[in-house]
T-cell receptor
Framework: AQTVTQSQPEMSVQEAETVTLSCTYDTSESDYYLFWYKQPPSRQMILVIRQEAYKQQNATENRFSVNFQKAAKSFSLKISDSQLGDAAMYFCAYSPPGGATNKLIFGTGTLLAVQP | GAVVSQHPSWVICKSGTSVKIECRSLDFQATTMFWYRQFPKQSLMLMATSNEGSKATYEQGVEKDKFLINHASLTLSTLTVTSAHPEDSSFYIC?????????????FGAGTRLSVL
């Protein structure tokens, strides 16, 4: 069974600094999708970034980038120039390949605090 | 684009009553919607996958007679918690996939906090 592990329950970063959140996963598939979702105090889940496993190039979205290491099954999120609004729970998620009903398997989350 | 509306945002009910939660895709069609449950300070647990025009697929351990799901149109799925009890109190979140859209991206509603007295 596929699993997603986030080993950092809580992280803290100073405003304007850079922070990296870790995520590892386990799968026997060769093609799949990986995501980082953000859940602020409002509890609205927001898609931060998405990576397709067959793409070697790491995904980037403005201040957010990933370090995707397929062989190591690692998918870390780097947040540059951290802002107060980045404070939230961050979930790493895996989605297997296949048809329309692809599930999302979530990690346990990392609570990120941003210090002014 | 890709907005999912979930209603109500908070509901309080008496034990033994049923509660219906709606999940609507406002600006896209969704052949597949998902229902999650989230306990405080925990991750999202998938309860069921809702398919338009067919029966929902429930995850292991989720009682289908307790959590009724209906996906009657391409923009609406409902979750009914039947005969709710205090242990059903939780945060319920729905999500939707864009029909024919980028693979595997799910857009989430804002969630419903259910409190059963």
């Amino acid at each position: 069974a596929q699993t997603v592990t986030q080993s950092q329950p809580e992280m803290s970063v100073q405003e304007a600094e850079t922070v990296t959140l870790s995520c590892t996963y386990d799968t026997s598939e060769s093609d799949y999708y990986l995501f980082w979702y953000k859940q602020p105090p409002s509890r609205q889940m927001i898609l931060v970034i998405r990576q397709e496993a067959y793409k070697q190039q790491n995904a980037t979205e403005n201040r957010f980038s990933v370090n995707f290491q397929k062989a190591a099954k690692s998918f870390s999120l780097k947040i540059s120039d951290s802002q107060l609004g980045d404070a939230a729970m961050y979930f790493c998620a895996y989605s297997p390949p296949g048809g329309a009903t692809n599930k999302l398997i979530f990690g346990t989350g990392t609570l990120l605090a941003v210090q002014p | 684009g890709a907005v999912v509306s979930q209603h109500p945002s908070w509901v309080i009910c008496k034990s033994g009553t049923s509660v219906k939660i709606e999940c609507r895709s406002l600006d896209f069609q969704a052949t597949t919607m998902f229902w999650y449950r989230q306990f405080p300070k925990q991750s999202l647990m998938l309860m069921a996958t809702s398919n338009e025009g067919s029966k929902a697929t429930y995850e292991q351990g989720v009682e289908k007679d307790k959590f009724l799901i209906n996906h009657a149109s391409l923009t609406l799925s409902t979750l009914t918690v039947t005969s709710a009890h205090p242990e059903d109190s939780s945060f319920y979140i729905c999500s939707a996939r864009v029909a024919g859209g980028a693979k595997n991206i799910q857009y989430f509603g804002a969630g419903t906090r259910l409190s059963v007295l």
